[in-house]
């Protein structure tokens, strides 16, 4: 489905061709009821601040620069240095996922914690002078992990939090046998069903070119550690793979063996499948496992195995993945087994799509699943567009790029746009969009971000009444850099540069 490597058969393609513990429980739980205001029809200009749907409230809980060590120097964006860089809330933001306690607190207070990547640096936006700073770069890299508490039926950042922790260059990491220092533009990851947390490396060569000293053979994996355990060590999981992560998404197989979905971030990439060769619960589940590409012919969906110990990305090729429009954003549906995955585009389909893949016999470990196209994006009534059910409500924005999915306890999924800070229309923005029923497939507004930034992600709160937000880059855009962005937000100070930030948007 949107492959390149051949055309797509039947209903899917016609749709986007078109003018206009012993053993795991199914993904079948009950959905709750709403616990959110409803979304309409919303236009998203682009402006300097930021927009939120009507009925709902906009909280800031951290921007670059904050401290997220307790022992972190104050920010001083004119003079900033690696050695304090590396304690402070990093440059981008992309929400990785929400970890919750197993257990109440004894206090009773509700509880998480927010783990946010950091997977890029953009010279001309973070320094002064707009010449690159590796070391410092290298610092404002990584990943953050952030104590949130929910008091007065808000959530809010818990300064100093036990489990507050940032990780970057100077981690130390386990792989396989041995270790190596470092983790590299993290930009996707997801809590597991058996309690872990997941975090995914891109490019490393987009990193290591630009660091003298790195190998870039310790980099590209995904990393698996204890989010509530301070002294926690990342372990990169070289069974899962090393090559340009988007996104990875954990759930369990029927008899209880782990399932990582993987998508490999570039144009053309691939969706690849990890199952893990013992059950989850077990020390270690992610070392010995097969890993799968997918293959896509119409609605059908196939795992193909790979040999292993093969490079993924040649294994996929000659085993005849799909190759996809970039695929980037991944979501698991924790009421139903299906998983959505999120396409920025391509030059044949440059506005982008969302996917939702079916398990076969609702076992996320079956040799097949089905495809059905959830939307594709575009301005309304568009060659390319498709929407569902009664399709965009008029003077209402539209996706374009779609980049990051979650998908909530309501059977709605959230869509982040992130066009790179381009100039268009329309602001990029955060869309709910319903999974079924009769609004099937319809993007609504909920969050549109400032000028020139876009959407890192979301993430919803336990009780459903929040929405974590990543805002990346505001300000980006041609021709702008450190002292003339395109805005100042979130502070609109005159001396004080835009600052990606994480909002929790309530109603």
């Not at 929400?98 to 973070?126: N, Q, S, Y």
């Not at 970057?168 to 872990?196: H, M």
């Not at 990890?274 to 059908?300: D, H, K, Y």
Request: glycine fraction near 16%; charged fraction near 20%; charge should be neutral.
């Amino acid at each position: 489905m949107i492959p390149r490597r051949a055309a797509l058969a039947a209903p899917l393609a016609a749709a986007l061709a078109a003018p206009a513990p012993a053993r795991a429980q199914p993904r079948q739980a009950p959905r709750q009821g709403p616990r959110q205001a409803p979304l309409g029809p919303l236009p998203l200009p682009v402006k300097q601040d930021d927009s939120i749907a009507p009925g709902w409230q906009r909280d800031l809980l951290i921007r670059w620069g904050d401290r997220v060590a307790f022992d972190s120097a104050a920010w001083n964006p004119a003079a900033e240095d690696a050695e304090g860089a590396a304690g402070q809330f990093g440059w981008d933001a992309r929400i990785l996922a929400l970890a919750t306690p197993r257990l109440p607190a004894t206090d009773g207070a509700p509880r998480a914690v927010l783990a946010v990547g950091h997977p890029h640096v953009d010279p001309a936006m973070a320094f002064p002078s707009g010449r690159d700073r590796p070391a410092l770069a290298a610092a404002l890299q990584g990943a953050s992990l952030l104590n949130l508490e929910r008091q007065g039926g808000r959530w809010v950042l818990v300064d100093g939090g036990f489990q507050s922790r940032r990780l970057g260059l100077a981690t130390l990491c386990r792989l396989g046998q041995g270790s190596v220092r470092g983790l590299l533009g993290v930009g996707g990851g997801c809590v597991t069903p058996w309690g872990t947390l997941l975090l995914a490396e891109g490019d490393p060569g987009l990193w290591t070119r630009r660091i003298p000293g790195l190998d870039a053979a310790g980099y590209g994996f995904v990393a698996e550690m204890d989010p509530f355990d301070p002294q926690s060590l990342p372990a990169k999981r070289a069974a899962l793979g090393r090559f340009p992560h988007g996104d990875v998404a954990a759930t369990l197989a029927q008899d209880g063996r782990a399932v990582v979905y993987q998508t490999d971030r570039r144009e053309g990439g691939y969706l690849f499948r990890f199952v893990s060769a013992g059950p989850a619960t077990t020390e270690g589940a992610l070392e010995s496992g097969t890993l799968f590409v997918c293959r896509m012919q119409g609605e059908s969906v196939s795992w193909i195995p790979l040999p292993p110990g093969a490079e993924p990305l040649g294994a996929a090729a000659a085993a005849g993945g799909t190759g996809f429009d970039t695929p980037c954003g991944l979501g698991l549906d924790p009421g139903k087994p299906r998983l959505l995955l999120a396409c920025q585009g391509s030059p044949a389909r440059p506005f982008g799509h969302v996917i939702e893949l079916t398990a076969a016999g609702g076992d996320d470990a079956a040799p097949g699943a089905t495809a059905a196209l959830l939307f594709a994006a575009g301005p309304p009534g568009s060659s390319a567009a498709r929407y569902g059910g009664p399709g965009l409500p008029p003077g209402s924005a539209w996706p374009v790029n779609p980049d990051t999915v979650t998908v909530d306890s309501h059977g709605r999924a959230w869509v982040g746009t992130d066009r790179g800070g381009r100039d268009t229309e329309q602001a990029d923005a955060l869309f709910g969009v319903a999974l079924d029923g009769p609004g099937r497939g319809v993007p609504l507004p909920l969050y549109g971000a400032p000028r020139g930034a876009g959407v890192g992600g979301a993430a919803v709160s336990p009780e459903g009444g929040t929405i974590f937000i990543g805002v990346r880059h505001p300000g980006a855009g041609p021709g702008a850099r450190f002292a003339r962005p395109g805005t100042r937000w979130p502070d609109f100070q005159p001396d004080v540069p835009p600052r990606s930030a994480v909002v929790g948007v309530r109603g």
